[in-house]
Antibody
Framework: EVQLVESGGGLVQPGGSLRLSCAASGFTFSSYSMNWVRQAPGKGLEWVSYISSIITIYYADSVKGRFTISRDNAKNSLYLQMNSLRAEDTAVYYC???????????WGKGTTVTVSS | QSALTQPASVSGSPGQSITISCTGTSSDVGTYNLVSWYQQHPGKAPKLIIYEGSKRPSGVSNRFSGSKSGNTASLTISGLQAEDEADYYCCSYADGGSYVFGTGTKVTVL
């Protein structure tokens, strides 16, 4: 079964750091590009970051310079290092696989990040 | 990276058809035929229902269809059913390798 499982969320103070992980299974992880997408409470979906199979990387302006996406194909894992966290980063963070037509065809269940003092 | 514009809400009676619009710009929807649509029930992860503008993934009902004209993409749900009540989001690949989501539409089945 194709599956993505996020972990690493939690409560962190403003200015703090957190590292999210996404464990992939059921498919050849190294062959796929991946996205992080977030959803603030009661709000819509927001694209956060992209990493290709050949490590091309893009970020949304809202996180550029603070977040770092990476992957470890040997561990079938995707990561999001989040630094200098702000209250507005509070959200459920989803990892998603990108299909051949740039669609996000497989999603994890998400992990919740709360930035609050 | 401004969000694509969707109506906040759309409603219809069971059996009816509804259409959700998704308006972008020449930097996203208008240039790339890479619009996808997602259905999200409360407390759940989004689910892909349309990709590349009009293609349906395996297992998705043929009651869902997509189209595009210029800078606007559309999702039509025909034969509306109670289980279709959910939030719907469009998403487009955009210039610079980014992605942009729509503002989201809440579909209510009356």
């Amino acid at each position: 079964e194709v599956q993505l499982v996020e972990s690493g969320g939690g409560l962190v103070q403003p200015g703090g750091s957190l590292r999210l992980s996404c464990a992939a299974s059921g498919f050849t992880f190294s062959s796929y590009s991946m996205n992080w997408v977030r959803q603030a409470p009661g709000k819509g979906l927001e694209w956060v970051s992209y990493i290709s199979s050949i490590i091309t990387i893009y970020y949304a302006d809202s996180v550029k310079g603070r977040f770092t996406i990476s992957r470890d194909n040997a561990k079938n894992s995707l990561y999001l290092q989040m630094n200098s966290l702000r209250a507005e980063d509070t959200a459920v963070y989803y990892c998603a696989r990108i299909g051949s037509g740039s669609q996000l065809d497989v999603w994890g269940k998400g992990t919740t990040v709360t930035v609050s003092s | 990276q401004s969000a694509l514009t969707q109506p906040a809400s759309v409603s219809g009676s069971p059996g009816q058809s509804i259409t959700i619009s998704c308006t972008g710009t020449s930097s996203d929807v208008g240039t790339y035929n890479l619009v996808s649509w997602y259905q999200q029930h409360p407390g759940k992860a989004p689910k892909l229902i349309i990709y590349e503008g009009s293609k349906r993934p395996s297992g998705v009902s043929n009651r869902f269809s997509g189209s595009k004209s210029g800078n606007t993409a559309s999702l039509t749900i025909s034969g509306l059913q109670a289980e279709d009540e959910a939030d719907y989001y469009c998403c487009s690949y955009a210039d610079g390798g980014s992605y942009v989501f729509g503002t989201g539409t809440k579909v209510t089945v009356l």
